[in-house]
Nanobody, 122 residues
Framework: QVQLVESGGGLVQAGGSLRLSCAAS????????MGWFRQALGKEREFVAS????????SYADSTKGRFTISRDNAKNTVYLQMNSLKPEDTAVYYC???????????????WGQGTQVTVSS
């Protein structure tokens, strides 16, 4: 089992920045690819970004490319999502996820965090 706990959400004005963190515990963190997803009110959960176990490969949704950056610190068992130039449409609950492979984490993560709310005001 892997336990994931997100933090760093909050209220920010459009154009502002936030950094989300996801702390992992349980099985060896570096064995897992990690991802961030989000779910806006009344919408389905969608992929935001993912990172390979080594951090050497990253992938982003088109809507976040160039504004969001995913990174990880395997020594701290933590994955981050730096969000810049935030827009009201980025408002959602953001979830951290872990998967057995870089490809699998985007479509079928094995573990999920509880989510953290991000609200962007116009």
């Amino acid at each position: 089992q892997v336990q994931l706990v997100e933090s760093g959400g909050g209220l920010v004005q459009a154009g502002g920045s936030l950094r989300l963190s996801c702390a992992a515990s349980g099985r060896t963190f570096r064995n897992y690819a990690m991802g961030w997803f989000r779910q806006a009110l009344g919408k389905e959960r969608e992929f935001v970004a993912s990172i390979s176990w080594s951090g050497g490969a990253t992938s982003y949704a088109d809507s976040t490319k160039g504004r969001f950056t995913i990174s990880r610190d395997n020594a701290k068992n933590t994955v981050y999502l730096q969000m810049n130039s935030l827009k009201p449409e980025d408002t959602a609950v953001y979830y951290c996820a872990a998967g057995g492979s870089y490809s699998a984490v985007k479509s079928q993560p094995s573990y999920w965090g509880q989510g953290t709310q991000v609200t962007v005001s116009s």
